[in-house]
């Protein structure tokens, strides 16, 4: 495996379910992205990780949880979503936090909340 | 004001012409900036960065800023109908804060 990498690429859950998106990155970059994409709105940034350490979380509801336990492994569970968090998510990777903008994605978990 | 601002588009150009993207951004003491590349049902990839004020160019692409104007912008001499994609520019450093800020993106179709 090459680049980052994230499973499953698709998903469609209830609203009662509790599901996970895993990412893995294979470049040995120290931090790790989660984005969410929806049609016609900008990539919004939700967490960041450094070296296994939480160094962002842009004000996204706790129904979503991230969990990163090594560098190269970034999960985001989730559970009681609802229909507006249906779009794509994609995980990103970067050398470090404090150079963010050369950022590699993967391609992303196509996520339908029914 | 949106942090980081272009024209949703669609931009048309012809093939073999030059396409032009142009992005602009609020807060002037923003450090770095880049252009992504995303296709339909694709994710983002890298395909520019710059980080002073001139032209940077790559290949077939040119980037262009001006941080007195808080101006970015891409440019893709000898269009090729592979460079239809959604160009999406984006901005780190915005309020002191180390992360990326993306504009909405400007599809480009390069017409044969």
């Known amino acids: 495996e090459t680049g980052v990498t994230q499973t499953p690429r698709h998903l469609v859950m209830g609203m009662t379910n509790k599901k996970s998106l895993k990412c893995e990155q294979h470049?040995?970059?120290?931090?790790m992205y989660w984005y969410k994409q929806s049609a016609k709105k900008p990539l919004e940034l939700m967490f960041v990780?450094?070296?296994?350490?939480?160094?962002e979380n842009n004000s996204v509801p706790s129904r979503f949880s991230p969990e990163c336990p090594n560098s190269s492994h970034l999960f985001l569970h989730l559970h009681t979503l609802q229909p507006e968090d249906s779009a794509l998510y994609l995980c990103a990777s970067s050398h470090s936090s404090a150079v963010a903008g050369e950022q590699y994605f993967g391609p992303g978990t196509r996520l339908t909340v029914t | 004001q949106k942090e980081v601002e272009q024209n949703s588009g669609p931009l048309s150009v012809p093939e073999g012409a030059i396409a032009s993207l142009n992005c602009t951004y609020s807060d002037r003491v923003s450090q770095s900036f880049f252009w992504y590349r995303q296709y339909s049902g694709k994710s983002p990839e890298l395909i520019m960065s710059?980080?002073?004020?001139g032209d940077k160019e790559d290949g077939r692409f040119t980037a262009q800023l001006n941080k007195a104007s808080q101006y970015v912008s891409l440019l893709i001499r000898d269009s090729q109908p592979s460079d239809s994609a959604t160009y999406l520019c984006a901005v780190n450093g915005i309020q002191g804060a180390q992360k990326l800020v993306f504009g909405q993106g400007t599809r480009l179709t390069i017409n044969p």
């Open positions: 470049l040995g970059h120290n931090a």
């Open positions: 710059i980080y002073s004020n």
């Open positions: 990780y450094s070296l296994e350490e939480r160094v």
